[in-house]
Each structure stands twice: as C-alpha cells, then as structure tokens.
C-alpha cells in the first residue's frame, strides 16, 4: 500500500493490536503490566502524508490519500474527511464506507451513493459509539474531478472519541489562537499537526499550536510528501521538548503508536 508520492513499508502494516481485555496487558516495552495501569488507550497508524489509521473498538480511517487500486488492507468502518483537496478526499469515494465530511462534501458524496453523515464545524456526531467533532481549520476546500472544480465547503479537523482517547487531527490548517479552545474543550490525547508549511503551518507555527494544544502528545503529519513541503520533524522535536513537557512521536509511514489517556 502505497501512499501518493512516497512508500510505504507493508511490512509495518499489520502490527498486533495490543488491545486486550484480560486483566494483564502487553504494552509496546515488550513487558506485561496490569491493564489498571491503563483506562484507555488505541492504536494510531500514521499511513503517510494526512492520513491516519485509527484502531480500536472500530477502525476509523482519516484522509485516505493512498495509491488507487492499491490494497487497502485497513478495511475502516468509518472514513472522516477533512477537506476536498485531492491529497485529503483521496480515495473516499472507491472505498465506499460509512463516511464523516462537512456538510457540502457530504452532499457529494451521498450524489456518489456512500452513507454519509454530513456535519459541520462546532458539531458533533455520534457514530456506532465513536464521536467526531468538526473543529475549524483555516485552509481552502475544493473537490475537483475530470479537470472540473466544485465547492468544498470550509475546510475542518476533527476531534475523533474512541475507548476513551481522544484524537485531534487538525487537517490542513495555519495557526490560530482558538486552538487553545480545541485544548481547552476537548482535552485531546494527542494533537496530529501539519509542518510541512506552504500550504499548511510550517514547524515554527506548529510548535505554537502544540502549546495551544497542550495535548501531551504531538505526531507531525503533512511534510516530505513532496518537495514543497519539506519539513525536518526531528528538529520540531527537538525544539518542542527542550521547552515543554509534550513529547513529540516522530513516526515513519506504516507505523502505529499506542495512544491511552494518561494524564
Ligand atoms: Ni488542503
Ligand atoms: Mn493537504
């Protein structure tokens, strides 16, 4: 499985889910601990570029920019749509899913015969017991097909519930100060950031919504995808933890992070 513009690593695709009702635990140190330690937590795949794999009690497929005809072996219950770029909407339409998108890419996408539940920014929608919030994101929206363009609506993130950890993935957006609303609403988890800049918050900008944020975890998502959008996400690291107490997971295409709820 490939995403557009940069490879994949399959092997890396079909990790454990460490998910586990016993009343011990394997966590990713490779030790058992007991599961108290842990009220909640998920498997977050980073699949390249925006789009993000979420695995628990459902799957919840985010942006799903991937190679057309490739195997999607993510089988998601439920996609979330940011925006209409091509490099977000990706393959919503082939995949066919029960789909979560604002309101006027909803109604394109119900014309394209998918189950839709169109929402818009400040709302919520409960689906087969995940929430998904729409949260502002400042960036255009457009769907364009055969050369033809259409309306997109405004373009959004989400804060997507599940098993009681919280995601939010800011979609493709500048800085902007209500960001500390989203912190201060929502406690997510961890904060999904674009750094790739250009079309997005670069890395200085994105180190500003992280303190906004103030979710204990960061993953930077957006750069290296192409060249306009390069981004060194080891610096934003560095940079971020040598001031704050937020960790920054710097992930490799394919590769999955537990996410729980520790404070
Ligand atoms: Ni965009
Ligand atoms: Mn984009």
């Not at 998108?101 to 189950?115: D, Q, R, V």
């Not at 997109?152 to 997507?160: D, L, M, R, S, Y």
């Not at 939010?168 to 961890?190: C, N, Q």
Request: charged share 20%.
């Amino acid at each position: 499985m490939y995403c557009k513009g940069k490879p994949l690593y399959a092997s890396t695709l079909f990790l454990v889910n460490l998910r586990s009702r016993t009343s011990w635990i394997l966590r990713t140190d490779g030790k058992f601990h007991p599961s108290r330690e842990i009220s909640a937590y998920m498997q977050l795949t980073w699949l390249g570029h925006a789009c993000v794999l979420l695995t628990g009690s459902k799957k919840i497929l985010i942006d799903p920019f991937i190679e057309s005809g490739s195997i999607v072996d993510t089988n998601p219950d439920i996609v979330a749509v940011t925006h209409g770029h091509e490099d977000h909407l990706g393959e919503t339409v082939a995949l066919g899913k029960k789909t979560i998108a604002i309101t006027e890419i909803a109604k394109y996408l119900t014309a394209k015969g998918l189950p839709v539940e169109g929402i818009n920014i400040g709302g919520t929608t409960i689906v087969d017991g995940v929430s998904f919030t729409m949260t502002p994101a400042v960036h255009s929206s457009w769907i364009e097909e055969a050369g033809i363009g259409c309306y997109g609506g405004t373009a959004a993130g989400f804060v997507i519930g599940m098993d009681g950890v919280k995601i939010y993935h800011a979609g493709d957006t500048a800085l902007f100060s209500d960001m500390k609303l989203i912190g201060e609403l929502y406690h997510p988890d961890v904060a999904l950031l674009p750094i790739g800049g250009r079309y997005t918050m670069g890395t200085a900008e994105a180190m500003m919504a992280a303190h906004f944020i103030g979710a204990k975890t960061v993953i930077p998502i957006h750069y290296n995808t192409w060249d306009k959008i390069r981004a060194d996400p080891l610096q934003f690291k560095k940079a971020i933890e040598r001031t704050t107490d937020i960790r920054v997971k710097v992930l490799m295409p394919g590769e999955s992070t537990e996410i729980n709820n520790d404070p």
